[in-house]
């Protein structure tokens, strides 16, 4: 089955700053690549996700990029800001064959925005 | 999105007994999940529930400990069986639309304390 790394593991920066988290996976079946931000006692909140057919998409302060023929994904968060203290986790899905387009995780990134 | 709500949002548990978690959406929904997250951890899939057949489990999970019901397409339950301390976790339910976006979102998740 699909295995997802998830690197690093916790990341402190400073207000401003640029955070990347960084995603492998192992499925190249593997076709869409969803963020979710989770903050403390909270549900996963999904912020950005990229499919199999772009190499990268945008939301404001938020970007992913993916590289199929590598098999990794990353998150790119500019002029962070405290609230974007949380858990992150990166996840892949594939939505044919018997997948049922379940997601497996990574193991999450604290991210820690210093004021 | 769909809005989902799940019953208990919290519960502590004497071990041998059983606790069924609910889960509501607001809308039809085409796939239902039910993952856990364990302490600091990522979350992991336990089953796929199927609205009118046995739900699709996760190498690790079986139907004797956690039987699902999908009885239509707005609700599941989960139910966590002859509880051990181990199986102290959030268990959380998530949701993906119809057609062909993939986004999947979830519940506000059950903690459950088993002593």
């Known amino acids: 089955g699909e295995n997802v790394e998830q690197h690093p593991s916790t990341l402190s920066v400073q207000e401003g700053d640029s955070a990347v988290i960084k995603c492998t996976y192992s499925d190249s079946a593997s076709n869409y690549f969803p963020w979710y931000k989770q903050e403390l006692g909270k549900r996963p909140q999904l912020i950005i996700d990229?499919?199999?057919?772009?190499g990268e998409k945008k939301d404001q302060r938020i970007a992913v990029t993916l590289n199929k023929t590598a098999k990794h994904f990353s998150l790119h968060i500019t002029e962070t800001q405290p609230e974007d203290s949380a858990v992150y986790f990166c996840?892949?899905?594939?939505?044919?064959?018997?997948?049922?387009?379940?997601?497996?995780f990574g193991k999450g990134t604290l991210l820690t925005v210093n004021p | 999105s769909a809005v989902i709500s799940q019953k208990p949002s919290r519960d502590i548990c004497q071990r041998g007994t059983s606790l069924t978690i609910q889960c509501q959406v607001d809308s039809q929904v085409t796939m239902m999940f039910w993952y856990r997250q364990q302490p600091g951890q990522s979350l992991t899939l336990i089953a796929t529930a199927n609205q009118g057949s046995e739900a699709t489990y996760e190498s690790g999970f079986v139907i004797d400990k956690f039987p699902i019901s999908r009885p239509n397409l707005t609700f599941s339950t989960l139910t966590v069986s002859n509880m051990s301390p181990e199986d102290s976790s959030i268990y959380l339910c998530?949701?993906?639309?119809?057609?062909?976006?993939?986004?999947?979102?979830f519940g506000p998740g059950t903690r459950l304390t088993v002593l």
């Open positions: 996840a892949a899905s594939k939505r044919s064959g018997g997948s049922n387009y379940k997601l497996t």
């Open positions: 998530s949701v993906r639309g119809s057609g062909r976006a993939s986004e999947q979102f």
């Open positions: 990229i499919r199999s057919n772009v």
